[in-house]
């Protein structure tokens, strides 16, 4: 088996010890850096993307494996040239104000890292104004908004709201997502998606980024 099969594996099975002396292994073999990241660790963390959607993983083991796949990926950064890093786009996420909820939020973060992306994770009881603060700060093309309590969907519309009143709303790309958030309601307070996943909100970013 090549340094990447091995290195998916390790991902796949969420072996946080066996994917860092991996990645060292391919480093000293010269392996090139981008690759170890892009057809080792990403790939594996792919497979586990649709293990999930299809139900053959849950929440704790795509945790594992992403944690798996943080800790190569932060040894190879040293090897990285300044730009080699893929950056795909920014993301702000968080969870809404009033709202403490963070696993499922944590784990959009991570599914849209290991695919490229840059997030800019806010925590929880995020205020709407902090969530304008950081696009603009970090200008953000998606903020993303969690809630799993129907009190605090509220918070989504009123986050809405105030990218309207900061005359930004069209500069980006809000999505929602949660246990009570369904697509209609997503039309009705006006958010540009609505995704039931963690995988399926990576797809979501995607499709909303290449328009």
């Known amino acids: 088996m090549s340094h990447f099969e091995n290195l998916s594996e390790a991902v796949i099975a969420g072996n946080e010890q066996k994917v860092v002396e991996l990645t060292g292994l391919a480093l ?3 392996v090139a850096p981008l690759s170890i990241i892009n057809d080792g660790l990403i ?3 792919n497979v586990v993307g649709k293990r999930f959607k299809e139900g053959d993983m849950f929440v704790p083991e795509v945790l594992m494996s992403a944690r798996a796949m943080g800790a190569g990926v932060e040894l190879i950064k040293p090897h990285l040239l300044d730009g080699e890093v893929p950056n795909k786009g920014t993301i702000v996420i968080g969870t809404v104000k009033g709202d403490l909820h963070d696993i499922g939020k944590n784990l959009v973060s991570m599914m849209l890292e290991s695919s490229g992306y840059k997030v800019i994770d ?3 009881d995020t205020a709407p104004e902090e969530f304008v603060a950081a696009a603009k700060e970090h200008n953000a093309q998606v903020v993303g908004l969690s809630a799993l309590l129907t009190t605090t ?4 519309k009123e986050t809405i709201e105030a990218f309207k009143s900061a005359g930004i709303r069209d500069n980006v790309k809000i999505i929602v997502g949660g246990a009570p958030i369904s697509q209609s309601f997503c039309d009705e307070i006006g958010a540009d998606g609505y995704s039931t996943d963690a995988a399926a909100a990576t797809e979501l970013v995607g ?5």
């Open 28 to 30: 000293n073999d010269g």
């Open 43 to 45: 790939a594996g963390m």
């Open 122 to 124: 806010m925590g929880v």
């Open 153 to 156: 969907m509220l918070s989504m």
């Open 207 to 211: 499709k909303l980024l290449n328009q």
